[in-house]
């Protein structure tokens, strides 16, 4: 018996002993990631979160990092000049082989961004959205679970658009490569434009992303500045949280692409604020966790934005002058394919549709427990678990 709890305390001593070796490993991998994204855990963070970060060699944000940085931002965007850190500095990382992009009609800048990020491969709902978005420039119902990547699935076909666009205005340029990114400071404000444009800012307002609030929204502009600053695309928020003198500046340098909130995009809007006037450019809708959008009372905002976009005047609702000609929507939703509830969910989508008129026709929901998108009407639905 005491031979037998000798040999039990000998291997409880091994297994500590292993358990603080690879604690040390991670934790040391983790502190670096942490200390040079700037994580707010920073060396004496929780291991097991730091550890996450580390074993995931990219530069965009984790979930449990989106988490924190929500929190983070959460607080910080109380102060006036608030914004979440743009900037990131990424980890150096080997870049990765991106074959398992190959065949979604990627451009090769963007898999040489995906490769830097450590992306090895798409995601299911990326697998499912790319094709469709990329190359029949097809609106799409896009609805998978939190942390399954939508980000990139509607923010790729944005800045493939961009950058093909570029491409074909300026070839000269374009081969010369992006300026150099936004600065430090966050959020595209302060920077150069990119070389492209031959050092000009770029008119248009031609992407247009909303999220139910400022946290996500933050969150989703974080991510797509990680392409945006390799590829010379521009990315700015409208969050509340942004003083606006802060604001205005970074709508002075007339963003590409914005990531907004309806409430803070609407006050904007309504103000004649520079950038916001014109949406004959606009290329690109996309409406982001489209029922949290209508639980969180954004409804009647929401439907003035349309309004706005879709080419309503706001007063008559026809069409203004210089309406956008084709836009592309998407409609992203983390909670669409939720079993639980799903009929309760999908009433609130079916509001979600009347407020999203402009963007989701020729959709609607059965009766039963699905989303109908007939056939041919341009209109692709992609789900995944
Ligand atoms: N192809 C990929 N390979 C590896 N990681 C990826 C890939 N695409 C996205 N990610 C990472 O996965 C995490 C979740 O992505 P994303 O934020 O787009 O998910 P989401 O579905 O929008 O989640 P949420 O509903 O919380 O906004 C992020 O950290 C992102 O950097």
């Not at 080997?94 to 090769?108: F, I, N, Q, S």
């Not at 590829?231 to 969050?239: E, S, T």
Request: aromatic share 2%; glycine share 12%.
């Amino acid at each position: 018996m005491r031979a037998q709890l000798r040999r039990l305390r000998q291997e409880q001593r091994a297994l500590s002993a292993q358990l603080k070796q690879a604690t040390r490993a991670v934790g040391g991998a983790g502190s670096e990631a942490g200390a040079e994204a700037g994580s707010p855990e920073g060396p004496s963070g929780n291991d097991d979160a730091t550890a996450l970060a580390a074993a995931k060699p990219v530069a965009l944000p984790s979930s449990s990092d989106k988490k924190k940085k929500a929190k983070k931002t959460k607080k910080k965007a109380t102060s006036a000049e608030a914004v979440a850190p743009s900037s990131q500095t990424t980890t150096p990382t080997p870049p990765v082989d991106t074959r398992a992009w190959e065949g979604l009609g990627l451009h090769e800048e963007i898999l040489g961004v995906l490769s830097t990020c450590g992306f090895s491969a798409p995601t299911a709902v990326q697998v499912a959205c790319l094709p469709s978005a990329l190359r029949d420039r097809r609106d799409i119902i896009g609805a998978a679970q939190t942390g399954s990547g939508k980000t990139l699935a509607f923010g790729l076909p944005i800045m493939q658009a961009l950058l093909n666009e570029r491409h074909m205005q300026t070839p000269a340029a374009a081969e010369e490569g992006p300026s150099e990114g936004p600065s430090e400071e966050g959020h595209g404000d302060e920077a150069p434009a990119p070389a492209a444009t031959g050092g000009k800012r770029r008119g248009a307002l031609r992407a247009l992303i909303l999220a139910p609030t400022r946290e996500l929204a933050l969150q989703v502009c974080s991510h797509l500045e990680v392409f945006g600053r390799a590829l010379g695309v521009r990315v700015a928020p409208i969050v509340g949280g942004i003083s606006s003198q802060k604001q205005e500046r970074l709508l002075a340098h007339a963003p590409e692409v914005v990531v907004a909130t309806p409430g803070r995009l609407w006050d904007q809007m309504q103000s004649g604020a520079a950038h916001l006037t014109d949406f004959s450019r606009l290329a690109f809708l996309v409406v982001d966790e489209a029922d949290r959008m209508v639980q969180q009372g954004h409804y009647s905002e929401l439907g003035e934005i349309l309004g706005r976009v879709d080419g309503g005047s706001g007063e008559d609702g026809g069409p203004a002058p210089g309406a956008p000609r084709s836009m592309q929507t998407m409609i992203f939703s983390a909670t669409l394919t939720l079993p639980a509830n799903l009929r309760h969910r999908l009433k609130k989508v079916r509001r979600a549709e009347e407020a999203l008129e402009g963007g989701m026709k020729g959709c609607s929901l059965s009766d039963g427990d699905r989303i109908v998108v007939p056939e041919g009407c341009g209109m692709q639905l992609c789900l995944s678990g």
